[in-house]
Structures are given as C-alpha cells and as structure tokens.
C-alpha cells in the first residue's frame, strides 16, 4: 500500500481576506485582489445558498461545487482561479449571477 501526503505550511504569516461582491451589470468572470496568492478560497451565493471551495492544488478554474438542493459536484470549468495576488471568480450560472450577492474568504 503506498501513501502520499502533502502539506504546505506557508511562511508562518497567517493571511486573511473577507469581501462582498454584488453588480448589477452583464455577467462577467471576478477578479478579486486580496493583496496574496491565496491557499484555500470559498464563495457563497448569498442570495441562491451556492457555493464554491477551492483549494491549493486543484487546477485553475475547478472548484467544489454544492448547490442549495444539496447537490455537490467537481467542476473543472468556471470556477476559482488563483492569481499572485488574489483570484478569479468564474462565470458560473449558479454561484456568479447579476443581483445576487456574494460572499468571499481567502486563506493565504
């Protein structure tokens, strides 16, 4: 039986990032700058109860999904998105909506 762990335990700096997002213009992907390269993000439709975790060492755009029926699924596609200095919220029809607000917290 082989094992394979991984761990990352930063520089010893706790890094922390709260925000909300709401627009009320065309739908568009959302670049949040939070100031690092975030290890761990979530996002909370606040107004449908969707929702997306990500996390150091999925791929770009992936996210866990879990809608408000309790649905939850593995996307690969229009998820988050991490950047040197923040993240990307992708299009995502249930979770990334006109008028709707959103919640975020990012771990670095």
Request: aromatic residues 10%; hydrophobic residues 45%; glycine residues 10%.
């Amino acid at each position: 039986m082989a094992l394979v762990a991984s761990q990352d335990n930063g520089d010893g700096v706790v890094r922390f990032a709260t925000g909300r997002y709401l627009t009320d213009a065309t739908a568009a992907a959302i670049v949040i700058i939070c100031g690092f390269r975030p290890r761990y993000v979530r996002v909370l439709n606040n107004t449908s109860a969707d929702k997306y975790e990500w996390s150091k060492g999925m791929a770009d755009a992936s996210a866990f999904k879990q809608v408000a029926a309790g649905t939850s699924s593995a996307i690969t596609t229009l998820g988050i998105t991490p950047s040197g200095s923040g993240f990307t919220i992708g299009l995502d029809t249930d979770v990334n909506v006109i008028n709707e607000q959103l919640s975020w917290i990012a771990f670095g």
